[in-house]
């Protein structure tokens, strides 16, 4: 495309504002802080002229591109991103770094030169020579994830305010809070949104489009044990956390872990530990892109902890699981359409596109189930939630291109 793009400044912008959420928080937002970025997008979003912008209450941000299409009937296309980072890693005092031209050495982050990101361990980077890498400064990190599928949007919106020739059914814009801690659409209005199909931008590798992610469920386990004076203890206490620890400790070390697992493999993860001699916890997230796997899953687990407990006498315990998100294959299957538009909206904008699943969910996996079949789009956003995270100012532009394409084949394709 001949367009002088904005999605460079826009994603440096957007990523100096911490946006960590925080998964133990009870409120929604988790982190007020998050409002800050929506402040910002508002703002911006009126500059452009759009319709319908503001952030609700729970830190939703909306905004409309009008039609400029003679057909009635064109379906509302959203488009998503979440302005919250994780809490794996520091997110608070982020300087992006542009490494221009980029010729392929070994990038030593000036913060903590122990921080190194070279071709041979992100093997993505490969690709990537001749292109402007974005990092951070080695002692947090970047926010790519999904600070670069914000800036896309934004970026898109840009163009299309400005070139008024590209014909599009409506466009609703979405940016959303608490992804990372998986209640990023848990207070979504999507009456107040009035889309028909939509689309995250949050995907990695330029090229990739996924439809199929995991399902999701969360469990935790609460022990008791027995308490007695530790001087005075045998034959009487019962501890709590050793249960729990010797439970973590029968698991299997070769299976069924996010560490031994690839490809549509799934696994349950110890997220938690917690607790003393009187009662303790351990929660997990259980995953697999069977959706009927995660019950067998939750009986073994059950199984073992019996197992463990019963070398316990006088121990008790009770185990709860809560439904997390669901395979969003399952609703698009259904409309596959959507995701054949997305590539060939690639292909028509230069790019190879790679259709992939994902060892994960996003905010689109919720919306299948809200009503909204709603596939992920690539940003560039690699080694997200570390201090190696990177992106690629090219594959952004790609993903404005894309966007450019994709709205007007939803045009071209309505009778």
């Known amino acids: ?27 929604f937002p988790s982190t007020m802080k998050q409002k800050d970025l929506g402040k910002i997008l508002v703002s911006e979003l009126l500059e452009l002229g759009l319709k319908d912008v503001e952030m609700d209450q729970w830190g939703y941000v909306f905004a409309t591109i009008p039609s400029n299409s003679t057909k009635s009937n064109v379906p509302t296309i959203c488009l998503c991103s979440h302005m919250d980072t994780a809490p794996d890693c520091v997110g608070t005092n982020v300087k992006p770094i542009v490494h221009r031209n980029w010729d392929g050495s070994p990038i030593t982050l000036p913060d903590d030169t122990t921080q190194i990101i070279t071709k041979e361990r992100h093997s993505y980077l490969q690709e990537k020579i001749g292109d402007d890498i974005i990092t951070a400064s080695g002692l947090t990190l970047l926010g790519a994830d999904d600070k670069a599928g914000v800036a896309i949007i934004m970026d898109f919106a840009h163009y299309m305010v400005n070139h008024p020739e590209v014909i599009h059914g409506d466009i609703r814009i979405l940016f959303t809070p608490d992804e990372e801690v998986g209640r990023g659409v848990e207070e979504l209005d999507m009456e107040k949104l009035k889309a028909d199909y939509g689309y995250t ?97 939750e009986e073994r687990l059950e199984s073992i902890m019996q197992d463990t407990i019963a070398k ?104």
């Open 1 to 27: 495309m001949n367009y002088k793009y904005t999605v460079e400044e826009r994603f440096l912008k957007y990523v100096q504002v911490d946006t960590t959420s925080d998964p133990n928080s009870t409120s």
């Open 201 to 297: 931008m949050d995907s990695g590798e330029l090229g990739a489009i996924e439809d199929e992610s995991f399902s999701a469920d969360a469990m935790t386990f609460h022990i008791t044990g027995v308490s007695a004076h530790p001087g005075y203890a045998k034959g009487k206490m019962v501890h709590a956390a050793k249960i729990a620890s010797a439970f973590i400790c029968s698991l299997p070390t070769d299976s069924w872990s996010p560490e031994t697992t690839t490809d549509r493999e799934g696994f349950i993860h110890p997220t938690n530990i917690s607790g003393g001699l009187e009662e303790a916890s351990v929660s997990f997230i259980i995953r697999d892109h069977v959706t009927s796997k995660l019950k067998e899953y």
């Open 312 to 415: 316990f006498p006088g121990a008790t315990y009770t185990s709860e699981v809560k439904e997390q998100y669901r395979n969003m294959k399952e609703i698009i299957k259904d409309v596959p359409f959507v995701t054949d538009y997305a590539i060939e909206a690639m292909e028509r904008a230069g790019i190879t596109p790679k259709p992939t699943i994902i060892r994960g969910g996003t905010d689109g996996s919720r919306l299948s189930f809200m009503g909204l079949p709603c596939p992920n789009i690539f940003t560039g956003e690699m080694a997200i939630h570390s201090k190696h995270e990177y992106v690629s100012v090219q594959d952004m532009q790609k993903g404005v291109d894309t966007l450019v394409e994709l709205l007007q084949i939803w045009e071209q394709r309505t009778v």
